[in-house]
């Protein structure tokens, strides 16, 4: 009984594996591909068969090679960058405009002075310049040399004559919104192309590593089409492309791209205003960049670079730009450090990376990491511990200074006043382009498989419906038959 049952699997076996080789010699007899029919004609000459079995077989590594190739060469290949030129008399945007407190020379807003003295005194009973420095250097890192903090606040002081006046421990963020000077202490006055406009309504306040700012048209703390951003489109025929600043206090005034944060790692274009009664004048020019749509269909990775929109999912800005990565970045490396970060490096508040106190501060100081601008820039994409990775944004276009005097006009006033000129119109852009989108990637594809198997998307389907719907087919035929 044991070897008439070990003789009915045998036989189930063989049928099985018949089964399946008749299968396979039912789809290469009647598959589109070129060249398998061949293969599985039992009439031709075995020769002849093993003739078309060669090709075959050099045909798909020919086509294999090819689609290896095709892989290797779309990272360099997929988009391309040209410079064209623009139509005469066509409209422009003004750049985005950032003013940032720059509290030189310890000109800081009375407020807080008051909040200093109420502090105390220094050791002489003076007002204390030691303790409004240690402050300042946190408030308006413009002011930051290196150890500079400890210097100033690592001390307590207690043998005053009077109250002793000391760093404040915490709570930085509340002291610069409540002692510095806001919007309407800060402006006077507004234009661009000679127009007036309400510098306190088009003028956002950001925290940026730079110190606090005031950013117009920004798409970090605005969006187009907003009651808050400023309409930029200048018309040639009638419209300059300058824009005038006057301020009660220190600044820095720049032109900067929509997306990008002031720095203090970057310097673009523009001119510190801080000598009282003196108008400073620049001059730039802008070469914007433009993406083609089908741009965004290509990797980020390939494309080498992020629009704005594409923001990572930590992100605590409105937008990407290579300054904002870096800024995010530096974030994540204080709070390796010190597990806290600098206020200035979280627009708001955010449990996830807690605001260092004065403690913290020092932590970071003592590791470097106060402002670790230069080395984060040089190690961006080496893939060490300190690397970020950071891509450039895709909108990301060329702002350049062309000319600053070095004589200066003194006003008739007590005022910072500014100017920034784009004198000449912009007959330039860059464009980038896309030259491999998914779908040529699947006419590629498909070319080459055409070629040299003659295959398309039926001989996909077709190679499904031999191994499943056929087979299934055939067993319910002959399942009929027997019954």
């Given at each position: 009984?044991?070897?008439?049952?070990?003789?009915?699997?045998?036989?189930?076996?063989?049928?099985?594996?018949?089964?399946?080789?008749?299968?396979?010699?039912d789809?290469c007899t009647?598959?589109?591909?070129?060249?398998?029919a061949?293969?599985?004609?039992?009439?031709?000459?075995?020769t002849?068969?093993?003739?078309?079995?060669?090709?075959v077989?050099?045909?798909?590594?020919?086509?294999?090679?090819l689609?290896?190739e095709?892989?290797?060469?779309?990272?360099?290949?997929?988009?391309?960058?040209?410079?064209?030129?623009?139509?005469?008399?066509?409209?422009w945007?003004?750049?985005?405009v950032?003013?940032?407190?720059?509290?030189?020379r310890?000109?800081?807003?009375?407020?807080?002075?008051?909040?200093?003295?109420?502090l105390?005194?220094?050791e002489?009973?003076?007002?204390?310049?030691?303790?409004?420095?240690?402050v300042?250097?946190?408030?308006?890192?413009a002011l930051y040399?290196?150890?500079g903090?400890?210097?100033?606040?690592?001390t307590l002081?207690?043998?005053?004559?009077?109250?002793?006046?000391?760093?404040?421990?915490d709570?930085?963020?509340?002291?610069?919104?409540?002692?510095?000077?806001?919007?309407?202490d800060?402006?006077?006055e507004?234009?661009?192309?000679?127009?007036?406009f309400?510098?306190?309504r088009?003028f956002?306040p950001?925290?940026?590593?730079?110190?606090?700012c005031?950013?117009?048209?920004?798409l970090?703390?605005?969006?187009?089409?907003?009651?808050?951003?400023?309409?930029?489109?200048l018309?040639?025929a009638?419209q300059?492309?300058?824009?005038?600043v006057?301020?009660?206090?220190?600044?820095q005034i720049?032109v900067?791209?929509?997306?990008?944060i002031?720095?203090?790692a970057?310097?673009p274009?523009?001119?510190?205003?801080?000598?009282?009664?003196?108008?400073k004048y620049?001059?730039?020019?802008?070469i914007?960049?433009?993406?083609?749509?089908?741009?965004k269909?290509?990797?980020?990775k390939i494309?080498?670079?992020?629009?704005?929109?594409?923001?990572?999912?930590?992100?605590?800005?409105?937008?990407?730009?290579?300054?904002?990565?870096?800024?995010e970045?530096?974030?994540?490396?204080?709070?390796?450090?010190?597990?806290?970060?600098?206020?200035?490096y979280?627009?708001?508040?955010?449990?996830?990376?807690?605001?260092?106190?004065?403690?913290?501060?020092l932590?970071l100081?003592?590791?470097r990491m106060?402002?670790?601008?230069?080395?984060?820039?040089?190690?961006?994409?080496?893939?060490?511990?300190?690397?970020?990775?950071?891509l450039p944004?895709c909108?990301?276009?060329?702002?350049?200074?062309?000319?600053?005097?070095?004589?200066f006009?003194?006003?008739?006033?007590d005022f910072?006043?500014?100017?920034?000129?784009?004198?000449?119109?912009?007959t330039?852009q860059?464009?980038r382009?896309?030259?491999?989108?998914?779908?040529?990637?699947?006419?590629s594809m498909?070319?080459?498989?055409g070629?040299?198997?003659g295959?398309s998307?039926?001989?996909a389907?077709e190679?499904?419906y031999?191994?499943?719907v056929?087979?299934?087919?055939?067993?319910?035929?002959?399942?009929?038959?027997?019954?």
């Amino acid at each position: 009984m044991a070897g008439t049952a070990n003789a009915k699997d045998q036989v189930l076996r063989e049928k099985r594996s018949y089964g399946f080789v008749t299968n396979i010699k039912d789809y290469c007899t009647n598959c589109t591909l070129a060249g398998f029919a061949y293969i599985a004609n039992s009439r031709l000459h075995f020769t002849e068969r093993i003739f078309w079995l060669i090709c075959v077989f050099m045909s798909s590594l020919g086509c294999y090679q090819l689609i290896m190739e095709y892989q290797r060469s779309f990272p360099t290949r997929a988009v391309s960058i040209v410079y064209e030129s623009l139509p005469p008399f066509s409209k422009w945007k003004f750049p985005a405009v950032s003013v940032c407190e720059l509290a030189y020379r310890g000109n800081v807003y009375p407020t807080f002075v008051e909040h200093i003295k109420s502090l105390g005194f220094d050791e002489n009973g003076n007002y204390s310049y030691d303790v409004e420095t240690g402050v300042s250097i946190l408030l308006y890192p413009a002011l930051y040399n290196e150890n500079g903090l400890k210097g100033k606040c690592a001390t307590l002081h207690v043998n005053c004559p009077v109250k002793c006046a000391n760093c404040p421990l915490d709570n930085f963020r509340q002291i610069l919104t409540w002692y510095g000077a806001n919007c309407s202490d800060l402006f006077v006055e507004c234009k661009l192309s000679h127009e007036p406009f309400d510098c306190c309504r088009y003028f956002r306040p950001l925290l940026t590593p730079f110190g606090r700012c005031y950013m117009l048209n920004s798409l970090l703390n605005n969006e187009p089409g907003s009651k808050h951003w400023l309409p930029n489109d200048l018309d040639p025929a009638n419209q300059k492309a300058v824009i005038n600043v006057v301020t009660h206090l220190d600044v820095q005034i720049s032109v900067i791209n929509a997306e990008d944060i002031p720095h203090t790692a970057f310097f673009p274009p523009g001119i510190p205003l801080i000598t009282k009664g003196l108008s400073k004048y620049m001059q730039f020019n802008q070469i914007v960049m433009k993406n083609d749509p089908d741009v965004k269909d290509v990797d980020p990775k390939i494309r080498s670079c992020l629009f704005p929109e594409e923001i990572p999912p930590n992100s605590l800005y409105k937008a990407y730009s290579f300054s904002v990565c870096i800024t995010e970045c530096i974030r994540g490396l204080q709070m390796k450090a010190c597990n806290c970060t600098s206020f200035l490096y979280n627009p708001t508040a955010d449990p996830r990376y807690p605001d260092c106190d004065l403690k913290g501060f020092l932590c970071l100081e003592a590791t470097r990491m106060m402002k670790p601008d230069s080395r984060v820039l040089v190690n961006n994409n080496k893939g060490n511990n300190a690397s970020c990775g950071c891509l450039p944004s895709c909108n990301d276009g060329d702002i350049t200074t062309i000319y600053e005097p070095l004589l200066f006009v003194r006003n008739q006033n007590d005022f910072y006043n500014g100017t920034l000129d784009m004198p000449f119109l912009p007959t330039d852009q860059y464009r980038r382009q896309s030259l491999r989108t998914p779908l040529d990637v699947v006419v590629s594809m498909g070319g080459m498989l055409g070629l040299f198997l003659g295959a398309s998307i039926l001989s996909a389907i077709e190679f499904v419906y031999y191994f499943t719907v056929r087979p299934l087919s055939n067993m319910l035929r002959a399942r009929a038959a027997r019954a």
